[in-house]
């Protein structure tokens, strides 16, 4: 079970009150008209699925119903951190990789209970 972390409650809290919404960051087209079908069918359908640290927006559906920026590892599932809509994330992939960390070593550390 994850404990995630609102930045708007400020409160850790289980997992069952919060829903997961996919991809962070995704930027709506400034003028769709003006799109080709493909860049338009990539907005709307295609989503990254990256090995290792993601971006994902949640809401807290049982609590503040707000939505929210999750940073999560997709191997450990660890959650690295979380921030409000319109924040930048402070862990991106190439910061993780500068790290000493290695897959294997994320992985060692689970998930966090
Ligand atoms: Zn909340």
Aim: charged share 30%; aromatic share 12%; net charge negative.
């Amino acid at each position: 079970m994850f404990i995630i972390y609102c930045p708007y409650c400020c409160e850790y809290r289980e997992e069952e009150e919060f829903h997961p919404k996919g991809q962070a960051h995704i930027e709506r087209p400034k003028d769709p008209e003006a799109c080709s079908d493909e860049e338009w069918g990539d907005y709307l359908f295609f989503r990254d699925n990256p090995r290792g640290v993601h971006h994902e927006m949640w809401v807290h559906a049982a609590g503040c119903r707000k939505f929210f920026n999750v940073t999560r590892h997709t191997v450990s599932y660890k959650i690295l951190e979380t921030y409000k809509m319109g924040e930048k994330p402070s862990v991106t992939a190439e910061s993780v990789a500068a790290t000493t960390a290695t897959p294997e070593s994320v992985q060692k550390e689970g998930v966090r209970a």
